[in-house]
């Protein structure tokens, strides 16, 4: 079944204990992308990358760090989480970054930073 | 910022039609307007897109008006599966030749049994 899979979906940690949220897409996706989702502020984009060792910021990278070694993995690593970064987060991946392009997305991770 | 405006809030009831509308009038000629929808806290799922003629699959139809600044997405008959937030998404092409969807606050629709 073609997806997008992110672990974990539940995360409780603390402040400055360093995290990696995994997302892997078993499409062959060139580009992918994270998000973040927070009440009010609907979905922002943190990183995105359009293919192998090419990474992006997005509006929101402050705090974030990603890489892109393989094409299918696109890790979400917060180096020292801070309660401003408890959030809803998705993973989301495209064929490519062409204009007609769909995203798909996955389930979402929801972390608490205390 | 959003470059789509749609109302907070709709509901419809089971098996009519549900004609959720959206303003996007700053769209540029060559972006695309996307539909997704969310159920509860799930990843957003992709409904339907096109930038000047109106576009059906089998999901939905989407009607986008002759100067584009807005757009319907229609629902043809609503089930209560269809319970969701809906968000109108224009597809902004990057610099660097990627793209950017820009989510607004949604229309949650509620569809009453």
């Known amino acids: 079944e073609a997806q997008v899979t992110q672990n974990p979906r539940y995360l409780i940690t603390v402040t400055g204990k360093k995290l990696t949220v995994t997302c892997s897409q078993n499409m062959n996706h060139e580009y992918m992308s994270w998000y973040r989702q927070d009440p009010g502020l609907g979905l922002r984009q943190i990183y995105y990358s359009m293919n192998v060792e090419v990474t992006d910021k997005g509006d929101v990278p402050e705090g974030y760090k990603v890489s892109r070694k393989e094409k299918r993995n696109f890790p979400l690593i917060l180096e020292s989480p801070s309660p401003n970064q408890t959030s809803l987060y998705f993973c989301?991946?495209?064929?490519?970054?062409?204009?007609?392009?769909?995203?798909?997305f996955g389930p979402g991770t929801r972390l608490l930073v205390l | 910022d959003a470059k789509t405006t749609q109302p907070p809030s709709m509901d419809c009831a089971e098996g009519r039609a549900a004609n959720l509308p959206c303003n996007h009038s700053t769209i540029s000629g060559n972006e695309y307007v996307y539909w997704y929808r969310q159920i509860h806290s799930q990843g957003p799922q992709y409904i339907i897109h096109?930038?000047?003629n109106n576009e059906t699959n089998e999901m939905a139809s989407l009607i986008i008006t002759e100067d584009r600044k807005s757009s319907t997405l229609i629902l043809p008959h609503a089930t209560l599966r269809d319970t969701a937030v809906y968000y109108c998404?224009?597809?902004?092409?990057?610099?660097?030749?990627?793209?950017?969807?820009?989510f607004g606050s949604g229309t949650r629709l509620l569809v009453r049994p």
């Open positions: 998404i224009v597809r902004v092409a990057l610099e660097d030749s990627s793209y950017k969807l820009i």
């Open positions: 096109g930038l000047k």
């Open positions: 989301a991946s495209s064929l490519w970054a062409g204009p007609q392009e769909t995203q798909y």
